[in-house]
């Protein structure tokens, strides 16, 4: 989401053959990496499924980068987990030092 009064730049970019001009609150730099990863990936697609139109590579670049999305979630819910855990160990521990005596 955008801060108010932060000032945005356009970044021209290229995906797929297409110009872009994407306006960014955020770092150009950052806006122009993600443009680069989104273009490599919709080439790399497209040479594995020669004759696809742009429609078609752009569905499969976003199930491909839905799938990752949902594999860092799931990966994050895990780590979570873990946390928690750890964390109720370590007042379990702190709770049985106290009582020591």
Do not use: W
Request: hydrophobic share 40%; glycine share 6%; aromatic share 2%.
């Amino acid at each position: 989401m955008d801060n108010p009064g932060t000032e945005k730049k356009v970044v021209r970019v290229t995906i797929f053959q297409q110009p872009y001009a994407l306006r960014t609150s955020g770092d150009p730099a950052e806006t122009e990496a993600l443009a680069q990863a989104v273009d490599t990936l919709m080439n790399q697609i497209a040479m594995r499924t020669s004759g696809a139109d742009a429609a078609r590579v752009a569905v499969l670049a976003c199930l491909h980068l839905a799938d990752q999305v949902r594999q860092l979630e799931r990966g994050q819910a895990r780590l979570r987990e873990r946390l928690e855990k750890l964390e109720r160990r370590l007042a379990e521990a702190m709770d049985g030092a106290g009582t020591v005596g």
